[in-house]
């Protein structure tokens, strides 16, 4: 059985997380559920990143040790990920022993080696990236990831040599067409970093305690980022009595990771295993971001939203799908109460809740709920709907492949459409009124339940729960996996539901935006 190991970043646990923070957690579960459909042993990491200076301020500020911060942040980001059925098997936490003494290891090794020397840093620090920038990297004086004010700090520190491996990774991105989607990304990543030349990195902090320290050099603190990108592999065992799981599943099949953390693992990350001798994943996908009207998401701006606001009002499923369906991988998604509203109402309630309804209640109508069989009686109509439940596997397939997620709900959204008007360029009504017709009104009965049963699966892995209720009310088991879609002119002995229950209830428009506005000024 051929493995898959994705992941998402482990997330500072400084707060609550809010809706563009769940979006990479959300795609790493529908990508980890979509390849358990395709039968690959599939694992799934994410977690929390708990070292550094933002976590030990924000503890201060809460009255607390930092362990007993990170302790109730974890707890809560593990209960926001099960409020939203996160299928994860490893929930990793830095501040475990293990991990702790892998990167304790890890960084004894590369001075070893020669790869991190010490020596003196000044620069210009950013306390809330925790980054250190050169001036020519200031964007009008002030730090090129977030905008905020820097400060000029000096301090006694290790190095990592990054210019050592820098034509080594530009030879990899060159040589490993698939390690950075989208293609873009890399373009950026050479223009503006490797061929500036690669700066040293500063790996250990002294300003601070709140994180690993060196063995050899214990005041000081392991950069968290050198700590943070290990877990990778530590939450695997690597350097442990066992690692058999790392044996297993490394190099990851996939790393998903947000645009603003591109550069760390694009860069650095790599390095990291070039010098570790270890291999590279094998993907690495950037993710743009659901942004607000106003930009970015921000308490001071009145803006955010939590999933659980919008999860406890319209549901899981329909909260999901707007996060995966409104962030193409071209440019930054837009989150507003507005198409949050239009999407529940035209896509989930009007094109796949009614196409189910409909369907149920002539099945009902028409054959006293039990599903005819596959008769093979095809017009033009019926011919080109069937070459459209094959075309949507592939072009989903494709989708998915390319990186392009929104695109394969649209693609699989599409063929709702196109399903809804078979109904209507099949007139079942008319058909009915005549005896003559029944084997077609049999067939178009037939496309319409072996349609369903395909977007059931096509939209399963994200939307489980509403997969599950469909199948349900087609009268059918939720066995299902990516095979089944194979399946189309084999569904016998099938029996609907007497009534449907509609999955998605229209809202109401004003109403709802109004609601979704006041979740933001809580
Ligand atoms: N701790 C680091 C990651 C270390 S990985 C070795 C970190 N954590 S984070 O909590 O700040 O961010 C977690 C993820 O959320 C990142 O991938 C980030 O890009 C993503 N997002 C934060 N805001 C977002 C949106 N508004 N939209 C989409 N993703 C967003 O970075």
């Not at 999933?307 to 193409?328: C, M, N, S, W």
């Not at 109508?365 to 596959?374: A, I, Q, R, T």
Request: glycine share 4%; hydrophobic share 35%.
């Amino acid at each position: 059985m051929s493995k898959y190991y994705v992941t998402t970043p482990i997330y500072y646990p400084s707060g609550k997380f809010h809706i563009g923070t769940a979006y990479t957690t959300v795609l790493a579960d529908m990508l980890k559920r979509l390849k358990v459909m395709q039968g690959y042993d599939s694992l799934m990491l994410t977690g929390v990143d708990e070292h550094g200076q933002k976590i030990e301020d924000k503890a201060k500020e809460a009255n607390m040790s930092p362990k007993e911060y990170v302790d109730i942040q974890a707890d809560a980001a593990k209960k926001l990920w099960k409020t939203m059925k996160i299928d994860n098997d490893i929930f990793m936490r830095t501040t475990d022993e293990y991990h702790e003494r892998a990167v304790q290891e890890i960084f004894e090794r590369f001075l070893k080696q020669g790869d991190i020397y010490k020596g003196e840093y000044e620069g210009w620090y950013c306390k809330p990236c925790e980054s250190y920038f050169t001036e020519t990297q200031l964007v009008d004086g002030k730090c090129p990831d977030c905008g905020r004010e820097v400060k000029k700090m000096k301090e006694e520190a290790y190095f990592f040599n990054m210019k050592k491996y820098a034509d080594r990774l530009l030879e990899f991105y060159n040589s490993h067409p698939d390690f950075i989607k989208p293609e873009y990304r890399k373009t950026e990543m050479i223009n503006n970093f490797i061929k500036l030349g690669l700066e040293d990195l500063c790996v250990t902090r002294t300003s601070f305690d709140w994180g690993i320290k060196v063995k050899s050099d214990p005041k000081h603190v392991i950069y968290v980022w050198l700590d943070a990108l290990t877990n990778y592999i530590t939450a695997l065992g690597y350097l442990s009595d066992d690692d058999s799981m790392f044996k297993k599943y490394w190099p990851a099949d996939l790393h998903i990771v947000g645009k603003d953390i591109a550069r760390f693992h694009l860069i650095y990350w790599p390095i990291f295993l070039m010098a570790l001798d270890l291999p590279l994943p094998k993907t690495i996908f950037v993710h743009n971001w659901i942004m607000m009207k106003d930009g970015k998401m921000s308490k001071s701006k009145g803006n955010v939203i939590y999933p659980e606001q919008l999860i406890e009002r319209y549901g899981l499923d329909a909260t999901k799908y707007f996060l995966i369906r409104e962030v193409p991988s071209s440019q930054d998604g837009l989150f507003s109460p507005e198409e949050f509203v239009q999407r529940y109402n035209y896509d989930l309630c009007n094109d796949l809740s009614n196409l189910l309804n409909r369907t149920i209640s002539m099945v009902n109508k028409y054959f006293e709920g039990k599903v005819p069989e596959y008769n093979g009686i095809k017009n033009d109509v019926d011919e080109d709907l069937e070459k459209a439940s094959k075309d949507v596997i592939e072009s989903y397939n494709r989708e998915i492949n390319n990186f392009e997620f929104a695109n394969s709900l649209k693609e699989v959204w599409n063929y709702i459409s196109r399903t809804n008007k078979y109904i209507d360029e099949t007139s079942p009504w008319a058909l009915a009124k005549d005896e003559e017709n029944i084997e077609k009104l049999k067939s178009c009965i037939y496309h319409l339940v072996a349609n369903l049963r395909e977007i059931a699966i096509l939209i399963r892995p994200l939307m489980k729960d509403t997969s599950d209720n469909m199948l349900r009310q087609l009268g059918m088991g939720s066995n299902v996996n990516w095979d089944t879609l194979k399946e189309y002119k084999n569904i016998k002995n099938i029996k609907v539901i007497e009534k449907g229950e509609p999955i998605f209830m229209r809202l109401k428009e004003e109403e709802e935006v109004e609601a979704i506005k006041n979740m933001m000024k809580q």
